[in-house]
């Protein structure tokens, strides 16, 4: 949830006074102010503008850790788990019968 201080430090880490979030989201001054004053979670519908605003996302500004980011393969790796994720369920027990000793094999550190 958010906090007075977390807001405010939110705002003065991006540099920001009250009347520029303000503006930069399209509300007033006094809300900002209260807000951070009082810890009350803004209204839903400024919470997106004031994240951008700040350079973080709807969750920090709730007082949430940042989101993992989810890392997937990237490339001819993508393009061939895209393809075995669309054959069917025995065809890829298969590939993945293969492709397990060789996983395993490199999380054990070996090559």
């Known amino acids: 949830m958010a906090t007075k201080s977390n807001l405010r430090q939110l ?17 007033s001054p006094t809300n900002v102010s209260y807000w951070e004053r009082s810890g009350q979670i803004p209204r839903s519908d400024v919470l997106a503008p004031m994240a951008k605003a700040l350079g973080v996302t709807v969750e920090e500004l709730l ?3 940042r989101p993992k980011r989810v890392v997937s393969p990237g490339g001819r790796s993508r393009q061939l788990f895209e393809a075995v994720s669309k ?8 590939i993945l019968d293969i492709l ?3 996983v395993r094999q490199h999380a054990n550190g070996s090559s």
Not at 87 to 94: A, G, L, N, S
């Open 11 to 27: 705002r003065e880490a991006a540099g920001l006074s009250v009347r520029e979030l303000a503006r930069q989201i399209g509300d």
């Open 63 to 65: 007082g949430e850790p």
């Open 87 to 94: 054959m069917p369920r025995r065809q890829q027990e298969k």
């Open 100 to 102: 397990e000793p060789f």
